[in-house]
């Protein structure tokens, strides 16, 4: 196995990344780590920005497009009818990291008989927003209440702090006495959204769709795990270059490249920038989304 690691310059903040040279030995272990094992099936454009932040090899674009025409997931996938995404609706994004979030339900996920799918029986996902770094939170849940969803949101507030705005629509699990109070508590503004201009939560519209359609890719047979795979399509979705970032979700909020399941059989990886990206990061994302 040839393999070696190269300086490749990139402009990207003042981070000059390091990207390993992958010998075509291991094309596929790097194709099926990117597109499958840490993309869940996600397009051309997204696997080739994943392999790119990391690996160089000629001809990447090539590569991925044989790749994903001959991969049963996506070819399945594609048979099905697919949900065309949205076109976001520009928004003004929060002032700092995890200050706007926009929170929505997708589901029921049911059978024919209106049980739920998940053997565990989960039959809805709440999902949640970053405006700024487009970091997204989706968990499963039961029912459609606000108790579950306040229990939810509850839960981000101790992770990642409070937000400053929340915005929903006008669903009655958003908007009860029980959520009323945890945002006053936390002192949160409750933003939602009129059932005649739900785009104006376009980012959450957006990703939740995004979001649907990889719980299709992964939900092979039955989809009575689906509720297990949330955290492989969170992952796909937070190590992807959104569109209109320069920093995937995940590099915006820890300032620093995951490291990708299985990673380790290619080869060492490049190391986190040593000073604190923090500010630059943020200053860029606010930049980025004046344009
Ligand atoms: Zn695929």
């Not at 674009?61 to 048979?79: A, L, W």
């Not at 003004?92 to 209106?114: T, V």
């Not at 689906?226 to 820890?254: C, I, N, Q």
């Not at 040593?274 to 994302?285: G, I, K, N, R």
């Amino acid at each position: 196995m040839i393999m070696m690691s190269v300086n490749v310059v990139l402009k990207k903040a003042k981070e000059n990344v390091e990207k390993l040279v992958v010998h075509c030995d291991k094309l596929d272990a790097v194709l099926f780590i990117c597109h499958d094992e840490s993309g869940c099936h996600l397009g051309v454009n997204k696997t080739v920005s994943k392999i790119t932040s990391k690996y160089y090899f000629p001809n990447i674009i090539e590569h991925v497009r044989k790749y994903i025409q001959t991969c049963d997931e996506c070819q399945k996938q594609n048979k099905k009818a697919k949900t065309v995404i949205p076109e976001l609706c520009p928004v003004p994004c929060g002032k700092r990291i995890w200050g706007k979030i926009g929170i929505d339900l997708i589901g029921p996920f049911i059978n024919k008989e209106r049980l739920p799918i998940s053997t565990n029986g989960y039959r809805y996902v709440i999902t949640m927003i970053d405006y700024l770094s487009k970091w997204p939170e989706a968990f499963p849940l039961y029912r459609k209440e606000a108790k579950e969803v306040a229990e939810k949101l509850s839960e981000t507030i101790y992770r990642y702090g409070a937000p400053d705005e929340i915005i929903s629509d006008c669903g009655g699990e958003f908007n009860s006495k029980i959520t009323a109070e945890l945002m006053k508590n936390y002192g949160i503004r409750h933003i939602t959204t009129s059932p005649y201009h739900p785009q104006a939560n376009g980012l959450v519209e957006n990703f939740n769709q995004t979001i649907k359609n990889m719980i299709n890719k992964v939900v092979v047979d039955n989809g009575s795990d689906w509720d297990m795979r949330l955290g492989k399509v969170l992952f796909a979705y937070r190590t992807s270059l959104h569109k209109s970032s320069r920093y995937t979700p995940f590099e915006a909020m820890f300032i620093r490249k995951p490291i990708f399941p299985n990673e380790a059989d290619i080869g060492p990886v490049s190391a986190a920038p040593e000073e604190d990206m923090s500010v630059e990061v943020v200053e860029q994302l606010l930049e980025e989304e004046k344009r």
